[in-house]
């Protein structure tokens, strides 16, 4: 596996070499050639399915593409134009014909001989929901949908702030929040909050039409909401939203004291009468934030050091993806807010977007996406495209264990013990603050398609009540109420994935787990997390958590177990 050789585009059998995607005229062949080609063994059926994977991963990388120029140059019209190109004019065109592909497997007479093959059984168990959840009038809907939600990405992308008489982007102003001058962090954070505000309302009417356009969705395909169509849409069979319920109540109970215990932690050593938003990055103790590197070449070489130190694969398949330049990783004005690690299907090289500054968040940022880069390398030469895209529950997983196991390297961050024992300390003290907050998003999140009629003023209410529930009671938001009441705006989940949230909560629980074993034995934590990422989507999720030597879990009992190594390895640092 060390040999990880520069990765060439695999030969095309269906599709020609020069072929690209532009107009649906020129796709449209292919797939009237899938849906009408006679299958007379499986070992055609097999050959049809390869055929179609080679064109869905063409498409795939096309519109991948088509989506990082658009979010990495929101100020360019033709990266804009591009991407709704293919959303308004090739995507629908696409989904009937898909509907019929899916058919037309599922009603193969040699289907049945594929069903106990590994990875077969679970693609054509995710191809019956498809059938079930298609619907011809729910196509302009979603079209629509995208349409909306790419807006989202444009207004955010153009926030900026004047600070010292100079022009920064949001995430660029955030990091000023870490400043020992605590008046120059109430000073940065209203103005971030003023320029938020200021977007208040087109974000609330852009997310009212979207709820709207979600709830017709969900009506059309027979569902009672557009939670229930989700989960089925996201094909999570493995738990249910009862589950998800029981997850926040063990957060509630489990997690939010320590938080509240850190917070008081955190007044006392302040010394301030009140704790305020704009204290809770700061280093408590007043020493100057933490800089994990100074620009974007010097968190790539040292991303692929602490890679190559943990494993010569892992560094390998960062220094790939530095070389074909894949890589798009610092701040700037005109690019989408967030971070993300874009598969690429044909290729298999994905793409890591990110907005670093200087931070150790930033830092910790690309160990994440790191690690759903491995993920994508590791399952590079599995058979079809289908069997290698993971359940967002794995897909976590993977970037959230690397998060923690690649702290044994961090000290190529930070040379110096005393920075990185407080790096380290950061790190897990994130963890109990991440914990709530997935919890509070996904609750508010179950309540806003449960009752899809709501109004503007409810949906604040709602947003106020459960975010006091997974909150510390130590900050004070005195005079800040509408800052609070359109905190939610700020989470892309909302807008852009729906209900894609508590797999991070689902995913920390089983990272801690990862880690916990790596830090037993390196060796064999290290083989397994790779051995359990390896399986793609090629088996169950709970499965896929055995393999990694962990238990796909989220229960009162086994948070507190899990959150009690944490406050252990707390105390060691």
Known sequence: ???????????????????????????????????????????????????????????????????????????????????????????????????????????????????????????????????????????????????????????????????????????????????????????????????????????????????????????????????????????????????????????????????????????????????????KAVDAQGREPLKAFSDGKELTEKSIDVFRRLDTYLGRCLEIMKQMGHLDLESRKGKAPGGYNYPLAEIGVPFIFMNATSTMRDMTTIMHEGGHAVHNFLTMDLELNDFKSPPMEVAELASMSMELISMDEWHIFFPNEKELKRAKHEQLEDIIETLPWVATIDKFQHWIYENPAHSSSERIGQWNKIFNQFSDTATDWSGLQDTKDFLWQKQLHLYEVPFYYIEYGMAQLGAIAVWRNFKKDKRDGLKRYQDALRLGNMTTIPEIYKAAGIRFDFSKGYIHELMGFVKDELSKI
């Open 1 to 279: 596996m060390d040999q990880l050789e520069l990765p060439v585009r695999p030969k095309r059998k269906f599709l020609s070499e020069d072929f690209k995607v532009s107009i649906w005229e020129s796709l449209k062949p292919f797939f009237e050639g899938l849906v009408n080609r006679q299958i007379n063994t499986a070992d055609e059926l097999k050959h049809w399915l390869h055929d179609r994977s080679e064109l869905e991963s063409v498409i795939s990388e096309d519109i991948g593409w088509r989506y990082i120029r658009m979010t990495c140059y929101t100020d360019k019209d033709e990266y804009s134009k591009a991407y709704q190109d293919f959303i308004q004019n090739i995507q629908p065109q696409i989904a009937p014909y898909s509907d019929l592909l899916n058919k037309k497997v599922l009603d193969c007479a040699f289907t049945s001989d594929l069903q106990n093959l590994p990875g077969y059984n679970l693609m054509l168990r995710n191809l019956k929901k498809e059938v079930e959840l298609f619907r011809e009038e729910n196509i302009p809907l979603f079209t629509e949908i995208s349409t909306e939600t790419q807006k989202y990405a444009e207004l955010s992308g153009a926030m900026t702030v004047q600070v010292n008489s100079q022009e920064i982007t949001l995430p660029q102003a955030g990091v000023l929040l870490q400043s020992t001058d605590r008046a120059k962090r109430e000073e940065v954070y209203m103005k971030i909050t003023e320029r938020r505000l200021k977007d208040k309302d087109t974000l609330d009417n852009l997310f009212s039409g979207l709820i709207s356009l979600r709830h017709r969705v969900a009506q059309n395909a027979g569902f009672k909401n557009f939670r229930d169509y989700q989960f089925k849409a996201y094909g999570r069979f493995d738990y249910t939203p009862q589950d998800c319920f029981n997850f926040h109540e063990a957060i509630e109970s489990e997690v939010v004291p320590l938080l509240n215990e850190f917070a008081n932690t955190r007044k006392s050593e302040l010394k301030v009468t009140e704790l305020r938003p704009w204290d």
